[in-house]
């Protein structure tokens, strides 16, 4: 039956209104505590009304403004001696402490737990057992129950194996493989100590029994699970079988202990089959301030015994529970469970797992990042490079643009030169022929002479370039002849050769009898303006060498005549003369190699500039003339 009642829904309500009126906030909690109280008597009968509701308590404190005082026990795990003698201590403590609040509040096994963890609690009360497997920083045992039974705190808990009289077990050997019956899978007393005495006696407390089965409290359970045929055997708390013989003897009669020890403990009064521990404990928690530790012990340590023998009294210490933690590797000492790495992995499987399918997520994770972000940067790549693509061929259609501007200004340039140079050119051949016509009637100076016939071949000559423009104007077809291409080369080669250093020029004729059907005005345009380029290609550059090649391929179909140059000229500048109209010289125009690749591809021919074993090579390509191509 429980000591007190817990208001978690009150104390909430009480903390919200501390701001209200100190009256409002009494009359709250009373209503509150009220409705608890009527549903507690409503769910449990035998409850005792004694002790004052958690929350009425909290209300005084908040009335008072006298400290709290908070007592957290596992109240399943009393017996009915055990019971009687924490009422009595706790009623005590309320009367010798007038200067707190006191609020006692019993848990289950885990809720106290996270209490002590999270400090909800200045004291509690557990056994010996419990307070050294939660044991840690701030935890001080202030004093420990002392009874009739055992008056001695360090010799008062201790476990005896209990089994059906009808049982054939006789023997604790013949526990191996069977069920017991516990109280709670981690008890201190049902599990911990009886394994303890099993390593003791040899054997091995891990795969000892064949199975553990929680039962429950009190200790009557376990005896009843076994009549059920739950368990075996019941492994309960020593003394559980003379109070049962008080109060329930038709089933104390029914059961049998096994594996007693000699009874030689002047202290212990009650049968065992396990060594003795320290009774329950009194335990403060780092929540407790110096001066409330103090006042409670003073109080426990003076506190007359009950009626019942129950008293307190402090532990020399608790070596024996730790060694017993120590020696079967639980509690606080679970750590030492793990001696290799089987251990360790068979321990902790679940979380392994966990963390290998997290590692898993993380690299897949990490892979799919890679993966998009190289997704993403191809996909810039490729929006670059389409945009510099597309800058490339806007550039290059304004030069066109350009360039077909500029040949288009050029055109009608070329038409109007062409049409206005007739007259001059006219006027300086008929004054050449007047001057001829004197010269007959009267002799003059051979050099006069030469100079006079010189002016008037050339006149005829730019009469035949701007006839030859103005047809191209006019859409007119070239007049075509068949040419001898090694007569016409050495015709150039030697006009080229009076302009040019002497060792410069070279003229390699490996193709004897080639004739090609061209204009010969057109053919003297292309190979003048091919070897004009080399010449000024070299220029300004030691050891400057232009070789004037005429060859032939694909079986004597094709002339080819190669202007090689080993002037240094770039990539860049080999690039630029491939494009009309672009030129790297200040004062070209860029129409020479555009007439030269025009011209040619009208005769069927075509014209490239590039590099070639280390030189310049300007090749223009054409088709060789035979009488049967032209027949045909």
């Given at each position: 039956m429980p000591l007190s009642y817990n208001c978690p829904q009150a104390l909430r309500a009480i903390f919200l209104f501390q701001q209200v009126p100190r009256i409002l906030s009494l009359l709250l909690a009373a209503a509150t505590c009220a409705f608890g109280l009527f549903l507690a008597s409503a769910t449990d009968p035998a409850s005792s009304a004694e002790e004052p509701p958690a929350a009425l308590l909290a209300a005084r404190h908040a009335a008072s403004g006298r400290p709290l005082l908070r007592i957290g026990y596992i109240e399943q795990s009393f017996s009915p001696s055990e019971r009687e003698g924490f009422e009595a201590t706790f009623a005590y403590l309320r009367k010798r402490l007038p200067q707190?609040?006191?609020?006692?509040?019993?848990?289950?096994?885990?809720?106290?737990?996270?209490?002590?963890?999270?400090?909800?609690?200045?004291?509690?009360?557990?056994?010996?057992?419990?307070?050294?497997?939660?044991?840690?920083?701030?935890?001080?045992?202030?004093?420990?129950?002392?009874?009739?039974?055992?008056?001695?705190?360090?010799?008062?808990?201790?476990?005896?194996?209990?089994?059906?009289?009808?049982?054939?077990?006789?023997?604790?050997?013949?526990?191996?493989?069977?069920?017991?019956?516990?109280?709670?899978?981690?008890?201190?007393?049902?599990?911990?100590?009886?394994?303890?005495?099993?390593?003791?006696?040899?054997?091995?407390?891990?795969?000892?029994?064949?199975?553990?089965?929680?039962?429950?409290?009190?200790?009557?359970?376990?005896?009843?699970?076994?009549l059920r045929g739950e368990a075996d055997v019941a492994m309960s708390r020593s003394c559980t079988l003379e109070e049962l013989r008080l109060t329930e003897p038709g089933l104390a009669g029914r059961f049998r202990p096994i594996g007693l020890k000699p009874d030689n403990l002047s202290d212990f009064k009650c049968l065992r089959s396990t060594e003795v521990y320290p009774n329950w404990t009194f335990v403060s928690t780092s929540l407790a301030p110096w001066q409330m530790s103090r006042d409670v012990a003073a109080a426990l340590l003076t506190m007359p015994k009950t009626q019942n023998g129950t008293g307190w009294a402090v532990v020399s210490d608790f070596t024996q529970v730790d060694n017993l933690y120590k020696s079967l590797r639980r509690g606080p000492y679970e750590y030492l469970r793990i001696r290799s790495v089987s251990d360790f992995i068979k321990r902790y499987w679940g979380i392994i797992c966990l963390g290998f399918m997290g590692i898993l997520a993380l690299i897949f994770h990490s892979w799919y990042v890679r993966y998009l972000v190289s997704v993403r940067t191809r996909e810039l790549r490729e929006a670059v490079q389409k945009e510099r693509e597309a800058e490339a061929a806007q550039k290059l259609a304004l030069e066109q643009i350009q360039s077909l501007e500029r040949i288009s200004t050029i055109g009608a340039v070329s038409s109007m030169i062409t049409h206005e140079l007739n007259g001059p050119i006219s006027v300086i051949s008929n004054s050449c022929n007047a001057l001829q016509r004197q010269f007959e009637r009267s002799p003059v100076p051979p050099q006069l002479e030469k100079a006079i016939e010189l002016i008037a071949r050339q006149c005829e000559k730019a009469s035949g370039i701007v006839n030859h423009v103005r047809n191209y104007v006019r859409h007119r077809d070239a007049q075509l002849e068949p040419i001898d291409l090694a007569a016409e080369l050495t015709r150039i080669f030697n006009a080229w050769l009076l302009k040019t250093p002497v060792g410069m020029l070279h003229l390699d004729i490996q193709a004897q009898g080639i004739s090609v059907f061209w204009n010969r005005l057109e053919l003297e345009l292309c190979l003048r303006n091919v070897t004009k380029n080399a010449i000024e290609a070299c220029e300004g550059y030691k050891g400057a060498r232009i070789r004037i090649v005429l060859t032939t391929q694909d079986a004597g179909s094709k002339a080819i005549i190669s202007v090689l140059d080993n002037a240094p000229t770039g990539e860049d500048e080999l690039e630029k003369h491939s494009r009309p109209l672009n030129t790297s010289k200040a004062t070209g125009t860029g129409l020479g190699l555009l007439i030269v690749r025009t011209l040619c591809e009208k005769a069927s021919g075509n014209f490239t500039i590039g590099r070639l074993d280390g030189l310049t090579e300007a090749r223009i390509t054409l088709p060789i003339f035979n009488k049967e191509s032209a027949h045909g």
């Open positions: 707190y609040d006191v609020s006692i509040d019993p848990y289950l096994v885990k809720d106290l737990e996270r209490a002590i963890r999270e400090n909800k609690v200045e004291f509690f009360l557990g056994a010996s057992g419990f307070y050294r497997r939660v044991y840690s920083r701030g935890l001080r045992d202030i004093a420990t129950m002392t009874t009739r039974v055992a008056p001695n705190p360090n010799q008062a808990i201790a476990t005896v194996f209990l089994v059906p009289n009808e049982s054939p077990i006789k023997t604790v050997a013949d526990l191996r493989g069977k069920k017991a019956a516990v109280n709670w899978l981690n008890g201190w007393s049902g599990v911990f100590i009886p394994l303890k005495e099993l390593q003791d006696e040899g054997y091995d407390p891990d795969n000892f029994f064949g199975g553990l089965v929680a039962a429950g409290s009190p200790m009557r359970k376990l005896l009843l699970a076994v």
